[in-house]
């Protein structure tokens, strides 16, 4: 759902980090790597990147990707080749070979650089478009990967600014267990979109797309639900965050959700008793009805379903997106559901 204000209370310091972000001028550096890393039981490699340098923060980093994501901006909707080439990007780097990922990406204009947590240690890619000038004119998003593991699960961003300070949600589970994946939408659920490009040449198209075509929670033909499609066939459980205006539920804080189907219900149960030790509000759509915040016809939770992969689909209230202190409560309790996601269990 969409958030009115703009919010103006700090970034949780909670959800903050000095990262580190290997010094190669530009989005598409990434070395190839000497040689794969150790495979994790599902057969997914995530190392062998190159050693970083130098520092970013990466909420703050992620925020200033996601303050340039408005209303007003653009998106175009992407081809089918387009679309593969960056979900095959994510498989060959989940498979250990960032060389592979790279040359890939590169064929749609994407890159991969590696960042790296300097408080915890922690490294991450980053898979983006190789330009500024491309994220503005596209608004495909990114991508970030925990290294230095097999991948486990995902966190997926579908309505940055839309949705207020959701990605902080990312941003927080991603820093909070091991072996996360986060997708991050790259327009505004209500940007001005266009058509793709012509398959055989390439040619621009000028014409409009359809009204909802960057709302990338229920499109399946854009490069969030191409990745997000390619981690569900890894059998990666996610979560989708997601922001509501008090008013639509004004006696709840959170809208849990296992979505279209049900092997997310333990789970959600779970989240849902997290929630309550934080002491917020959830409203349980398996207990009862929680308006139109309930997350059965978003196309990542539909093709979740479709291959029995846990899906959650979590809304937030401003209220708490507004208070770091609640922010970061929300944030707790969703770590103790991917925590157990870390470890291999779901």
């Given amino acids: 759902m969409k958030s009115k204000p703009v919010f103006t209370a700090p970034v949780a310091s909670a959800l903050l980090g000095a990262l580190t972000l290997t010094a190669l001028g530009g989005l598409a550096g990434c070395a190839p790597a000497p040689a794969p890393g150790r495979a994790g039981t599902d057969g997914s490699r995530a190392s062998g990147m190159p050693a970083p340098a130098g520092s970013v923060d990466l909420g703050q980093w992620i925020t200033s990707f996601t303050d340039r994501v408005t209303q007003d901006g653009h998106y175009r909707v992407p081809t089918p080749g387009e679309r593969r080439a960056v979900a095959d990007g994510v498989r060959l780097l989940l498979d250990g070979d960032p060389s592979g990922a790279e040359r890939k990406l590169a064929t749609v204009g994407y890159g991969l650089r590696t960042l790296a947590d300097r408080a915890g240690g922690r490294r991450y890619a980053e898979i983006a478009d190789a330009t500024k000038d491309g994220e503005a004119t596209r608004g495909w998003g990114r991508v970030y990967v925990a290294l230095g593991g097999p991948a486990r699960w995902a966190v997926q961003v579908p309505h940055p600014t839309a949705d207020q300070r959701t990605e902080q949600l990312g941003v927080g ?174």
């Avoid at 939408?185 to 009204?211: L, M, N, Q």
């Avoid at 390619?230 to 059998?235: T, V, Y």
């Avoid at 539920?249 to 959700?257: E, Q, Y």
């Avoid at 202190?325 to 991917?338: M, N, P």
């Fill in 173 to 346: 589970l991603l820093r909070g267990a091991p072996g996360g994946v986060l997708v991050l939408a790259g327009a505004h659920r209500a940007a001005a979109a266009t058509a793709p490009r012509t398959e055989g040449d390439g040619t621009p198209s000028d014409a409009p797309a359809d009204g909802d075509a960057a709302d990338v929670a229920h499109r399946a033909d854009s490069v969030f639900a191409a990745v997000s499609d390619a981690l569900a066939d890894r059998r990666l459980p996610a979560v989708q965050v997601h922001g509501f205006a008090d008013s639509s539920l004004p006696d709840h804080d959170v809208v849990v959700s296992p979505g279209k189907g049900d092997a997310g219900l333990p789970d959600a149960r779970r989240l849902s008793a997290a929630l309550r030790r934080e002491d917020l509000r959830a409203c349980e759509v398996w207990q009862r009805y929680c308006g139109r915040l309930e997350g059965r016809t978003n196309v990542e939770g539909d093709y979740a379903d479709t291959v029995g992969v846990p899906f959650l689909h979590v809304e937030h209230s401003r209220r708490v997106r507004a208070d770091d202190q609640l922010l970061a409560s929300a944030v707790r309790a969703l770590t103790d559901v991917v925590k157990r996601w870390a470890a291999g269990r779901t």
